[in-house]
């Protein structure tokens, strides 16, 4: 089962897509504008396979929508869905950062269809990083446990006292690669360098975001943290301290 | 955004190209000072020329201007047809590929009327805005009660837009029969586009009050008052105007063709009458009044 966001400003459509999409067996939430999926996806960082957005919502549209998603490094696959057709309408849909675009009206199995090709192209992902970490993460193993926290990189996500989080691929990659570098100092050039695989002079304040997260997922208290330190002037250590 | 520097770069075009004639026309003055007749003839013809270059620019801006709505119109249309098309489409095809109960078939007709309902209103107005546009003056005229007309807008509105009974009130001059000499169909038209902006302007907490009223004793007015989102003063003129749309800053965005009101307008006007709105500015409602020549009693 894969849980689907659907956003949508039109009650009707949205209503008939979340039947269908539960008669597969799928969770579908709907939300009827921008910013209610952006609190969704980013400030509550819950835990979607996919979005189905439509473009032309009140207030933020979906193109707005995909572009914060993608630069907050949220990369959920998104399947946008309108009544905007023109050829460059759907340009820039992709390059605001969907994966696939449907215009509207569309067929129901080719709209389910799609959006089982982004749910399995999602699993295929996960499986290969679970399967084959990245080079550059070494021999860290798929369980990693410190002071009660245990981070399950198959499964993505952190296990802590108060429960679990789920963890993004990018989360999941960057804290392997603290993980193998643990009680060193890493850059953040270093950390685009091998993570992201950025050589490229890239603004480095997409780490710190990262890095404020996943303080709030391990850190008792994130401001003052125990076990993700910063070095000044360098970057980032990380102390599994017990 | 293209557009706007579109615009700034015309009008900047033209102050440069106005200075330049200005600044031409001294210098004509300063070298014909002593002869009259030249002196006459070009301060004529650079007058004219100045004229023309402001009088191209300004035209040139309005057709810009007019490009923009023509554009956003087409856009509000694609996305009122395609939207419910769509839904109707979403709905058959489920109807046809799943098992349901009976009580779902039921639930997806309703939605699928609904849909053929919006789809039918917004066919009715882009044709509706054709023909008005087209006839202007004639067509058969006739004695028309505006009060019975008006009676039967707030009684389809409550049940197009699922109000309750109260949500839209109407006042009609109970002592007399207020006449007027019109097309019947048109008239109603007028009154429902307008009851209808009033609802949808309404947001959750819909109070519309339509009143009728004889200010004078050769006109009457059909006031239709609302207390949604209001209109901010600026735009009280332009909201008439052929696919313009009031810009909700919002979040509640309003679908339309931005044709309702310009029909409003185009049939007040061939009725010999007029219409204005009012408003208080944003978030304290607006009212609409429609101003029609009375028919005396017969």
Same mark, same amino acid.
């Given at each position: 089962?894969?849980?689907?966001?659907?956003?949508?400003?039109?009650?009707?459509?949205?209503?008939?897509?979340?039947?269908?999409?539960?008669?597969?067996?799928?969770?579908?939430?709907?939300?009827?504008?921008?910013?209610?999926?952006?609190?969704?996806?980013?400030?509550?960082?819950?835990?979607?396979?996919?979005?189905?957005?439509?473009?032309?919502?009140?207030?933020?549209?979906?193109?707005?929508?995909?572009?914060?998603?993608?630069?907050?490094?949220?990369?959920?696959?998104?399947?946008?869905?309108?009544?905007?057709?023109?050829?460059?309408?759907?340009?820039?849909?992709?390059?605001?950062?969907?994966?696939?675009?449907?215009?509207?009206?569309?067929?129901?199995?080719?709209?389910?269809?799609?959006?089982?090709?982004?749910?399995?192209?999602?699993?295929?992902?996960?499986?290969?990083?679970?399967?084959?970490?990245?080079?550059?993460?070494?021999?860290?193993?798929?369980?990693?446990?410190?002071?009660?926290?245990?981070?399950?990189?198959?499964?993505?996500?952190?296990?802590?006292?108060?429960?679990?989080?789920?963890?993004?691929?990018?989360?999941?990659?960057?804290?392997?690669?603290?993980?193998?570098?643990?009680?060193?100092?890493?850059?953040?050039?270093?950390?685009?360098?091998?993570?992201?695989?950025?050589?490229?002079?890239?603004?480095?304040?997409?780490?710190?975001?990262?890095?404020?997260?996943?303080?709030?997922?391990?850190?008792?208290?994130?401001?003052?943290?125990?076990?993700?330190?910063?070095?000044?002037?360098?970057?980032?250590?990380?102390?599994?301290?017990? | 955004?293209?557009?706007?520097?579109?615009?700034?770069?015309?009008?900047?075009?033209?102050?440069?190209? +106005?200075?330049?004639?200005?600044?031409?026309?001294?210098?004509?003055?300063?070298?014909?000072?002593?002869?009259?007749?030249?002196?006459?003839?070009?301060?004529?013809?650079?007058?004219?020329?100045?004229?023309?270059?402001?009088?191209?620019?300004?035209?040139?801006?309005?057709?810009?201007?007019?490009?923009?709505?023509?554009?956003?119109?087409?856009?509000?249309?694609?996305?009122? #047809?395609?939207?419910?098309?769509? &839904?109707?489409? #979403?709905?058959?095809?489920?109807?046809?590929?799943?098992?349901?109960?009976?009580?779902?078939?039921?639930?997806?007709?309703?939605?699928? #009327?609904?849909?053929?309902?919006?789809?039918?209103?917004?066919?009715?107005? +882009?044709?509706?805005?054709?023909?008005?546009?087209?006839?202007?003056?004639?067509?058969?005229?006739?004695?028309?009660?505006?009060?019975?007309?008006?009676?039967?807008?707030?009684?389809?509105?409550?049940?197009?837009?699922?109000?309750?009974? &109260?949500?839209?009130?109407?006042?009609?001059?109970?002592?007399?029969?207020?006449?007027?000499?019109?097309?019947?169909?048109? #008239?109603?038209?007028?009154?429902?586009?307008?009851?209808?902006?009033? +609802?949808?302007? &309404?947001?959750?907490?819909?109070?519309?009050? +339509?009143?009728?009223?004889?200010?004078?004793?050769?006109?009457?007015?059909?006031?239709?008052?609302?207390?949604?989102?209001?209109?901010?003063?600026?735009?009280?003129?332009?909201?008439?105007?052929?696919?313009?749309?009031?810009?909700?800053?919002?979040?509640?965005?309003?679908?339309?063709?931005?044709?309702?009101?310009?029909?409003?307008?185009?049939?007040?006007?061939?009725?010999?009458?007029?219409?204005?709105?009012?408003?208080?500015?944003?978030?304290?409602?607006?009212?609409?009044?429609?101003?029609?020549?009375?028919?005396?009693?017969?």
């Amino acid at each position: 089962m894969s849980r689907v966001l659907i956003v949508e400003d039109e009650q009707h459509l949205a209503d008939g897509l979340r039947f269908n999409l539960e008669a597969e067996g799928h969770q579908a939430i709907i939300v009827c504008d921008g910013v209610q999926a952006l609190d969704r996806l980013l400030t509550e960082r819950d835990h979607y396979d996919a979005v189905i957005l439509d473009v032309m919502l009140p207030g933020k549209d979906g193109f707005e929508v995909a572009s914060s998603l993608r630069a907050a490094g949220q990369y959920v696959p998104i399947l946008m869905l309108t009544a905007r057709g023109r050829p460059e309408d759907v340009l820039r849909g992709f390059e605001s950062g969907a994966d696939d675009y449907l215009p509207k009206p569309f067929e129901l199995a080719i709209f389910l269809a799609r959006l089982r090709g982004l749910l399995r192209r999602r699993r295929w992902s996960q499986q290969e990083v679970a399967a084959a970490p990245a080079p550059a993460n070494g021999a860290v193993p798929d369980v990693f446990s410190f002071a009660g926290r245990t981070l399950d990189f198959s499964t993505m996500e952190i296990r802590a006292r108060d429960g679990s989080h789920p963890l993004t691929l990018m989360e999941c990659q960057l804290l392997r690669y603290l993980v193998k570098n643990a009680g060193k100092p890493v850059s953040r050039k270093a950390i685009l360098e091998d993570v992201w695989d950025l050589h490229e002079s890239t603004d480095t304040r997409a780490i710190d975001n990262f890095i404020v997260r996943l303080r709030r997922y391990l850190e008792d208290n994130p401001a003052s943290p125990r076990f993700l330190l910063t070095v000044r002037g360098v970057g980032y250590k990380f102390v599994p301290t017990v | 955004m293209t557009r706007r520097k579109a615009i700034a770069f015309f009008v900047a075009f033209c102050v440069l190209l +106005v200075a330049a004639a200005v600044s031409l026309n001294i210098g004509w003055i300063v070298i014909n000072a002593r002869s009259i007749t030249p002196l006459i003839l070009g301060v004529a013809t650079f007058a004219l020329i100045i004229t023309g270059i402001i009088v191209y620019t300004v035209f040139l801006v309005m057709e810009i201007k007019r490009n923009e709505d023509h554009d956003t119109f087409i856009n509000a249309v694609t996305h009122e #047809l395609k939207t419910p098309i769509a &839904s109707i489409k #979403l709905y058959l095809e489920t109807l046809q590929s799943r098992a349901l109960t009976e009580e779902q078939r039921r639930h997806f007709y309703g939605v699928m #009327l609904a849909d053929a309902d919006r789809l039918h209103r917004t066919v009715d107005q +882009v044709l509706k805005a054709g023909i008005v546009r087209e006839k202007r003056k004639a067509g058969p005229r006739s004695p028309v009660d505006i009060g019975a007309i008006a009676r039967e807008c707030v009684d389809l509105a409550v049940v197009r837009h699922h109000l309750p009974p &109260s949500a839209v009130a109407l006042d009609t001059q109970a002592d007399q029969r207020l006449m007027v000499l019109g097309e019947a169909d048109d #008239l109603r038209t007028v009154i429902s586009n307008l009851v209808d902006n009033a +609802v949808k302007y &309404s947001g959750e907490s819909v109070r519309v009050t +339509v009143a009728l009223a004889a200010p004078t004793p050769e006109t009457v007015w059909v006031r239709v008052q609302d207390r949604g989102i209001g209109i901010p003063h600026k735009q009280l003129k332009r909201i008439f105007n052929r696919f313009y749309r009031v810009q909700t800053r919002g979040l509640k965005q309003v679908k339309g063709t931005g044709l309702g009101l310009y029909i409003v307008r185009t049939i007040a006007k061939a009725h010999g009458g007029r219409v204005f709105a009012q408003s208080e500015g944003e978030g304290r409602g607006a009212t609409f009044t429609v101003e029609l020549p009375r028919l005396a009693r017969v």
